[in-house]
């Protein structure tokens, strides 16, 4: 009878310990299985945010090729055979750009830059450039906003004069490098796209576009 008994308290002890061993292997499994859940979520928000940003840039980048072409009379003055010095200006303080908002610089966006060395090292608010809002994007506080993808900070473009075509055909025609930035809806998130385009022209007839 006594050793029917210890029998059976050693039997039903094993059955603890593993059954304690089993539920801390289901809880470890468990937490592994939420936490990889939590990471994955973390990676989607923030390539979704990053392509926020990507996307924001590049409508600003967009919109500032078509105000050369379209508004700032460059092509006219390429056209004349002259660049277009009477649109550049030599530094670019914040303005807001309208339909026929921007501005051409003559020094280029690292050297307003100072001691940084890339456009997403300088905190914000940015302080060089045109300010443009694309179609549909929300700017401000989250709290004075009833969309939930808010913008901390406005998308800015700069208009770089990098001086005449080199041309061995007789054509004239100027260089324009634009950099375009926007956060995403963190203001942690930066993207920054850039493009250099000529307009040029073959037969320069003043004033003809």
Same mark, same amino acid.
């Given at each position: ?11 039903? +002890? ?14 470890? &499994?468990?937490?592994? %299985? ?8 973390? %990676?989607? #928000? ?17 919109? /500032?090729?078509?105000? %050369?072409?379209?508004?700032?009379? /460059? ?5 004349? +055979? !002259?660049?277009?010095?009477?649109? !550049? ?5 914040? %303005?807001?750009?309208?339909?026929? #908002? ?16 890339? *456009? ?8 060089? +450039? ?6 549909? &994007?929300?700017? #401000? ?17 700069? *208009?770089?004069? &990098? #001086?005449?075509? /080199? ?5 004239? +025609? ?27 022209? *073959? ?7």
């Amino acid at each position: 009878m006594d050793s029917s008994r210890s029998f059976r308290s050693t039997h039903s +002890g094993l059955v603890m310990v593993s059954s304690l061993l089993l539920l801390l292997v289901v809880t470890i &499994l468990a937490l592994s %299985i939420f936490r990889s859940f939590g990471l994955q979520e973390r %990676i989607a #928000g923030n390539t979704r945010d990053k392509q926020r940003a990507l996307q924001a840039a590049i409508s600003t980048q967009q919109y /500032a090729e078509q105000w %050369i072409i379209n508004y700032s009379n /460059a092509p006219t003055a390429v056209n004349a +055979g !002259i660049a277009s010095s009477a649109a !550049i200006h030599g530094t670019a303080s914040i %303005i807001y750009a309208s339909t026929s #908002g921007g501005q051409i610089c003559s020094n280029t966006l690292p050297s307003l830059l100072g001691s940084y060395t890339n *456009i997403t090292q300088v905190p914000v608010p940015w302080t060089a +450039g045109v300010y443009y809002v694309p179609p549909g &994007l929300n700017v #401000g506080s989250a709290s004075s906003q009833s969309s939930t993808d808010v913008y901390p900070q406005t998308p800015i473009f700069y *208009i770089t004069d &990098l #001086g005449p075509v /080199a041309s061995s055909n007789g054509s004239s +025609g100027e260089v324009y490098q634009v950099d375009a930035y926007s956060s995403g809806t963190s203001a942690n998130t930066v993207a920054v796209v850039e493009s250099t385009f000529a307009i040029t022209c *073959i037969v320069c007839a003043p004033g003809a576009i």
